[in-house]
C-alpha cells in the first residue's frame, strides 16, 4: 500500500514536471527582437526640431504611461506626445503609442475608436497614402469633432517592424505570428491638427512626415516606418 501511494507521488509529480515544462515551451511569448525594441524611450526615435519645426515652447514634450485602465491590461508601455510649431504659426499634434505586446485580445486602440470613446464625432475613415523620401507609406486618415475642436487625424501602425495596410492585413499577420508562439509588438504614430478643412490639414500632415522622417537616421526611419 506504502509502495502504491509512493508510486503515486512520484507520478504526480512528474506530471506537474511535464505540465510545467509544456507551458514555457509553448506558451506565447513576446519577440526577441521586440524585448531590445522596448528599451528604447520613443524620445529619442522622433527627433525634437526638423526643417521648419520646433517644439511649441506652451506645450512641453512629454512621455508618459497611458491611463491608468490601459496600464493595468498592459496595453501600452510608452506613450510621446509632442505639439510642434513652424514659422508659420502652423501647429501639428505628435502622438505615438508603443506596446510591447500585441496579441489577439490586447492590443492599442486606433484613433477612430479612442476618440470616439472620448466623446468625439468620427467621420470620414479611409484609407490614403503619403509619399516619404520617395516611397509610398500606407495611412489611415479620419476626422474627428466636437464643439470648438475640429481635428483631422492621420496616422499608421507597425506590427513588428512591418507596416500594416489596413486592420484585415493587421489581423492576420498577428494571428498568424500567434500560431508560431510569438507575440509581436506595435507602434502607432499619430499626426493630427486643429484645422476645420481636413484636405489642406492632410497635406500638412504630409509635409510635416516628411520633414521629421528626413531627419530621422536610418535606424530611426527602420523602427518607426518598418524600412
Not at 169 to 195: C, E, M, N, W, Y
Amino acid at each position: 500500500m506504502a509502495d502504491r501511494k509512493e508510486a503515486a507521488a512520484w507520478l504526480m509529480a512528474l506530471s506537474m514536471i511535464v505540465t510545467a515544462v509544456f507551458s514555457h515551451v509553448f506558451l506565447p511569448k513576446p519577440l526577441a527582437e521586440a524585448q531590445a525594441r522596448a528599451n528604447t524611450p520613443l524620445e529619442q526615435l522622433f527627433p525634437a526640431q526638423f526643417g521648419a519645426w520646433r517644439l511649441d515652447p506652451s506645450s512641453a514634450a512629454l512621455i508618459r504611461p497611458a491611463f491608468e485602465q490601459a496600464k493595468r491590461f498592459q496595453m501600452y508601455d510608452q506613450v510621446l506626445e509632442r505639439t510642434y510649431l513652424d514659422a508659420y504659426g502652423r501647429r501639428v499634434m505628435l502622438s505615438v503609442a508603443y506596446g510591447r505586446q500585441q496579441s489577439v485580445g490586447l492590443q492599442m486602440h486606433r484613433p477612430e475608436v479612442c476618440y470616439k470613446a472620448g466623446g468625439f464625432h468620427i467621420a470620414n475613415v479611409h484609407a490614403g497614402e503619403m509619399a516619404l523620401l520617395g516611397r509610398k507609406v500606407a495611412v489611415t486618415r479620419l476626422f474627428a469633432s466636437m464643439v470648438g475642436r475640429p481635428e483631422p487625424i492621420t496616422y499608421w501602425r507597425l506590427l513588428g517592424n512591418e507596416l500594416m495596410v489596413d486592420e484585415q492585413q493587421f489581423k492576420v499577420r498577428q494571428l498568424s505570428l500567434g500560431a508560431t508562439g510569438a507575440i509581436p509588438d506595435g507602434l502607432l504614430v499619430r499626426i493630427s491638427s486643429i484645422d476645420d478643412e481636413p484636405a489642406g490639414a492632410y497635406k500638412l500632415h504630409a509635409e510635416f512626415a516628411q520633414a521629421m522622417v528626413q531627419a530621422m537616421s536610418p535606424a530611426q526611419r527602420q523602427r518607426v516606418l518598418g524600412w
